[in-house]
C-alpha cells in the first residue's frame, strides 16, 4: 500500500471510487470523471492523493487550499475522500488524511475543515477518532434550472 499523487491516467478509477462513495440515488448533476474533467483537480490550489494497493487505486482525498474572508491563514478544505469498501478499516482512510494534512501544513494553512453528509454517520465516527471536531452545521440547495432568485416586491 502506498500513497502516490493521482495522475491524469487515474480518471477512471476515479471515477469508479467516486461513484462508489456517492448516495444510492446520485444528483442530477453527478457526473463520469474524464480526463479533462480531472485535468483542473491535478494543479493549482487543489492535491488529490490516491491509496494504491497491488497497481490497483483502492483510495483518494482531494483537498484544496483557500481563502476565508477575515482570517489570517488560508484554510484546507477537503473536497472528497473515499475508500474502497473492501480495504475498509486498514488505516488507508487515516494515511489519505495523514496526507492531505502534511500537504494543508506545507500550504500553511491554519486549519483543515470538510462537510459531511448527517447520514454518513461512520465517516463521522472516522474523521472524529482522526482529531476533527464536530463544528457547526451544512446547508445545501439543489439550484432547479429556470427558476432565477426574486427580490420580494420588485
Ligand atoms: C470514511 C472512510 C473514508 C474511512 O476510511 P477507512 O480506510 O475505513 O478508515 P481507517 O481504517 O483509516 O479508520 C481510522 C479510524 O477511524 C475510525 N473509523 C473508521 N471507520 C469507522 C466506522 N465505520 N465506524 C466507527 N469508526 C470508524 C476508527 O477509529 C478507525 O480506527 P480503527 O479501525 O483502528 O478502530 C470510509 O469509510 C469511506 O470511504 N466511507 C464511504 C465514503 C465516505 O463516507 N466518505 C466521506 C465523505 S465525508
Known amino acids: 500500500m502506498r500513497i502516490r499523487r493521482a495522475r491524469i491516467t487515474d480518471a477512471a478509477a476515479v471515477d469508479a471510487l467516486l461513484a462508489h462513495s456517492h448516495e444510492a440515488k446520485p444528483l442530477p448533476f ?22 494504491e494497493h497491488g497497481g490497483a487505486a483502492v483510495g483518494f482525498v482531494l483537498v484544496q487550499r483557500r481563502a476565508r474572508l477575515g482570517y489570517t491563514r488560508r484554510e484546507a478544505w477537503l473536497a472528497n475522500m473515499v475508500v474502497l ?51 457547526g452545521v451544512s446547508f445545501e440547495k439543489v439550484l432547479e434550472p429556470g427558476s432565477p432568485g426574486r427580490v420580494r416586491g420588485s
Open 85 to 135: 469498501e473492501t480495504y475498509r478499516r486498514r488505516g488507508i482512510g487515516r494515511l489519505l488524511v495523514d496526507a492531505a494534512e502534511r500537504q494543508a501544513r506545507r500550504w500553511g494553512c491554519g486549519t483543515i475543515r470538510l462537510e459531511s453528509r448527517a447520514h454518513r454517520t461512520e465517516a463521522h465516527a472516522f474523521y472524529r477518532a482522526l482529531g476533527f471536531d464536530d463544528h
Open 30 to 51: 453527478h457526473g463520469k470523471v474524464t480526463t479533462r474533467g480531472l485535468a483542473p483537480f491535478l494543479r493549482g490550489d487543489w492535491a488529490f492523493f490516491i491509496a
